[in-house]
C-alpha cells in the first residue's frame, strides 16, 4: 500500500523556519519526483517544489524562491522542505505528492495550472500556520 505521511507544521511567528517532512512507503522512491503542493483557506492549491527522482532538478514557485530548500533521502524514503524566513502568505496546508500512474521522475511543468490534477498520491497534509 503507498503512503506519503507529512509532518513538521505547527505554529511559527513570521521570520521563522520550519522543516516538513514527507515519509514516503510502498514505493521505491528513487524512480519519483515528488512535489509540496499547499492551500490556504479560499485559495486553490499551489505548487510550492519539486524535487526530481535523481535530485538533479528541483522547482521552486516564485513565492518561495531563496527561502525554501526540498531535499530528499532516497535511503530512507524520505523528503524534506526547509522553510527558512516564513510570512504571513506561507500559512497552509501543505501536501506531498507523487505521480505514480505516469511514472512521473521529472518535475516538467509542475508549476503549471492544474498541475494538481495529474498527482495521483497525495499526504494527508500538515498544517503550516504563520503569525505573531
Known amino acids: ?23 514516503t ?12 503542493f499547499r492551500q490556504a483557506p479560499g485559495k486553490e492549491r499551489e505548487g510550492v ?10 522547482y521552486y514557485a516564485d513565492a518561495v524562491k531563496g527561502r525554501f530548500t526540498v531535499s530528499r533521502d532516497n535511503a ?8 527558512n524566513t516564513l510570512k504571513p502568505e506561507d ?8 505521480d505514480l500512474i505516469r511514472f512521473r521522475h521529472s518535475c516538467s511543468g509542475f508549476g503549471s495550472p492544474g498541475a494538481a490534477s495529474e498527482y495521483d ?12
Do not use: H
Not at 7 to 20: D, E, I
Not at 25 to 36: E, H, P, Q
Not at 49 to 58: E, F, P, V
Not at 124 to 132: A, K, N, R
Open 91 to 98: 500559512t497552509g496546508v501543505y501536501y506531498c505528492v507523487a
Open 25 to 36: 512507503s510502498g514505493i521505491f522512491l528513487d524512480d519519483y519526483a515528488i512535489g509540496w
Open 49 to 58: 517544489s519539486c524535487i526530481s527522482s535523481n535530485a538533479r532538478s528541483t
Open 121 to 132: 498520491y497525495w499526504g494527508q497534509g500538515t498544517q503550516v500556520t504563520v503569525s505573531s
Open 1 to 23: 500500500q503507498v503512503q506519503l505521511v507529512e509532518s513538521g507544521g505547527g505554529l511559527v511567528q513570521p521570520g521563522g523556519s520550519l522543516r516538513l517532512s514527507c515519509e
Open 76 to 83: 530512507k524514503s524520505m523528503i524534506y522542505l526547509q522553510m
